[in-house]
């Protein structure tokens, strides 16, 4: 999902996001990286523009707890939910979620300010979800 997204690939990244959810809940306990899934499929959310259905995806990654994801997924998590505060007008609160994020300060070494909130770059490193079938011989 992360690559089809660096390519622009909204929909595919979203398709790939709710295959790997689809899989993950057919197994009933939440797997590792399920909580990653949830924040995978709210940036595309966050890029179409439905910042409802992102919130609400980066709701249930919170709510599946650490175990659920990988050593990335808080950071990405307060990342993506900084984006969707500075969407909503909540500059103050999308600053917090970033310095908790612990987003690097300027060159000069001065604190992210509301304005610059929605620029920040987005870092994409979990892995693909990419699900290919076996090579058949």
């Known amino acids: 999902g992360d690559i089809r997204m660096a390519q622009g690939r909204l929909r595919d990244a979203m398709r790939c996001y709710q295959h790997g959810l689809m899989i993950a809940s057919a197994t009933g306990a939440p ?3 399920t909580a990653d899934m949830h924040v995978g499929l709210s940036e595309v959310l966050i890029e179409r523009g439905d910042l409802d259905e992102a919130g609400r995806h980066l709701r249930l990654s919170r709510d599946l707890g650490e175990h659920a994801g990988l050593p990335q ?3 990405r998590w307060r990342v993506a939910m900084a984006r969707v505060r500075a969407a909503e007008g909540e500059l103050t609160a999308a600053v917090t979620l970033l310095d908790e994020a612990g987003y690097p300060k ?3 070494g001065e604190r992210m300010t509301s304005s610059s909130v929605a620029m920040a770059p987005r870092r994409n490193s979990s892995p693909t979800c990419e699900i290919s079938p076996r090579p058949t011989r």
């Open 31 to 33: 797997l590792r990286g």
């Open 73 to 75: 997924n808080p950071h």
């Open 106 to 108: 300027g060159a000069s």
